[in-house]
């Protein structure tokens, strides 16, 4: 049986080169590929002496680190799942998660706010884990063995567990497979040229598959250099881009960076690739870095179901506004509502299948067949078309998904929140245009007594108080009733055209 733990590609690269550095911090530390290895070796020691058996959650809460890393990479080498959590949940989006997945361990930064006890499952253990990975955990690593052997496993053992959603708010967490961050590692560092030469500029978070599937995975396979940053900030990245050769980010990140005048073709000039995904790229930015900069956003597309689906080619023409052809070893598809395929540069259904697309849903088969069609192509929810070419565009989604900074943020979570202020009758949330966001959340709310309607601070703060910040409306308008068909269904095309106008 061939061992499918992902690890091993990572492994490879530590027995060729033990002492090259794989990360480089802010503060100019470095850490080599031997030593990532052992601190994920004694990582994966401590979690199986918490009594951790292979296939056991593990949920992780923190801010990116080469400890936080590790960890990650602890959980593939020891057969655990590892399921990452955005560092803005509160309290109570915890609590679903941790209660539906039910992970054996749960790491949480330092003063984090305080979780009721009973929301979390009796069998989860909770451990403080410090930017340097500080905390009662650390003692249990420092005293296991680096020399852990990485755990066989076949391709289809989970990996991780990343939560998505649906137009009904309620979050499902996607199952995926070692094959699947496998496949999407490999055809990227083939497609893309990735090498021991590179150095990749990592800003992006972690608890996304853009930053650990797309970004992180390919340069650690491939042996490349990864110059980390706890996050996007504009002048920070200007500041290392001339040292730097590769840049993955979302197009919020390159909307701030064309907005700086220090963005010039001499501060890129080592720089061969700019890769862009998580949120449609507009046609417009595209053309506008490329006169800033003279290099050409390379757009390639993927979900959390599917890791990665798409690519606009290293060489050759990268089409403004596409997604580029599918990759090599994914089967896509332009079907009507009947799941039939559609020919060529007609609308519909992007489908996909192959080996990048997860295992089902945690706790949810039913959901899971119904994303599914009967010949196991994967319902996307993104409406496109197909050009002679075999480029692929994307001309919006059919799930109510507002898509902010590379975020996805589901209307039904925030429309329950404004639901249940006192002042409010009931509202709907639409996507609106955002210059730097790329989309916002905007609320149209009805009173319940016209005569004191809510203001637009109660609205927003009332979602801030519940909510991670980014899922909070950008603009509040005050309607008299919301716009229902004759079926009782609230008109959000309606409202975006009101939106539209305004």
């Known amino acids: 049986m061939t061992d499918g733990n992902f690890y091993r590609f990572f492994q490879s690269t530590v027995a060729s080169n033990p002492s090259a550095v794989v990360f480089e911090c802010d503060n100019g530390q470095t850490v080599s590929r031997q030593q990532l290895d052992a601190l994920a070796g004694r990582y994966a020691g401590a979690l199986c002496q918490l009594c951790c058996t292979k296939g056991d959650r593990i949920a992780v809460q923190v801010d990116k680190s080469v400890q936080s890393l590790a960890l990650y990479l602890a959980c593939l080498r020891a057969g655990f799942c590892y399921l990452p959590l955005n560092t803005a949940y509160r309290p109570s989006e915890l609590a679903y998660f941790l209660e539906d997945a039910r992970p054996a361990v749960f ?3 330092p003063g984090a706010e305080p979780l009721n006890a009973e929301r979390i499952p009796a069998r989860t253990r909770l451990f403080d884990f410090g930017p340097n990975g500080e ?8 005293a296991a063995d680096a020399d852990f052997n990485a755990v066989s496993l076949t391709e289809s053992e989970p990996a991780a567990l990343l939560y998505t959603s649906g137009t009904t708010g309620r979050p499902k967490g996607a199952i995926i497979s070692h094959r699947a961050i496998s496949f999407c590692a490999r055809t990227l560092a083939n497609i893309w040229g990735f090498s021991d030469n590179d150095i990749l500029l990592h800003t992006l978070p972690t608890f996304h598959a853009h930053g650990l599937f797309v970004s992180l995975n390919v340069a650690l396979i491939s042996g490349a250099r990864v110059r980390l940053h706890g996050g996007f900030e504009v002048g ?7 040292r730097a050769t590769v840049f993955m980010g979302v197009p919020t990140y390159y909307s701030r960076l064309v907005a700086a005048p220090e963005l010039t073709r001499d501060r890129c000039r080592n720089l061969r690739l700019f890769v862009s ?22 757009e390639r597309y993927g979900s959390t179901e599917c890791t990665i689906l798409c690519s606009n080619p290293l060489a050759g023409g990268r089409r403004a506004g596409s997604v580029g052809p599918h990759l090599p070893g994914v089967e896509l598809r332009i079907a009507d509502k009947a799941d039939r395929p559609l020919p060529t540069g007609e609308i519909g259904m992007i489908q996909a299948r192959g080996p990048g697309l997860f295992s089902g849903y945690l706790n949810q088969s039913r959901a899971t067949k ?9 319902r996307t929810g993104d409406l496109g078309w197909v050009d002679p070419e075999g480029y692929v565009w994307i001309t919006g989604r059919a799930k109510d998904v507002v898509i902010s900074g590379g975020y996805n943020i589901y209307p039904a979570e925030v429309e329950a929140v404004i639901d249940e202020l006192p002042s409010v009758l009931e509202s709907a949330v639409v996507g609106g245009p955002h210059a730097d966001f790329g989309e916002c959340v905007v609320a149209f709310v009805a009173p319940r007594d016209p005569a004191s309607p809510p203001t637009d601070v109660e609205v927003i703060d009332s979602v801030k108080a519940r909510l991670a910040n980014y899922k909070a409306p950008k603009k509040v308008f005050v309607i008299d009733k919301l716009p229902r068909n004759s079926m009782g269904k609230i008109l959000k095309s ?3 055209q009101r939106l539209a106008e305004s």
């Open 494 to 496: 309606e409202l975006k």
């Open 370 to 378: 119904a994303e599914l069609t009967p010949d196991g192509y994967f």
């Open 277 to 298: 995904g998580s949120a449609p790229l507009t046609a417009e930015l595209h053309r506008t870095f490329e006169e800033r900069t003279g290099h050409r956003i390379l």
């Open 107 to 109: 790491f949480r930064t």
């Open 135 to 142: 905390g009662e955990f650390e003692g249990l690593a420092q």
């Open 236 to 242: 920070a990245v200007l500041a290392a881009l001339p």
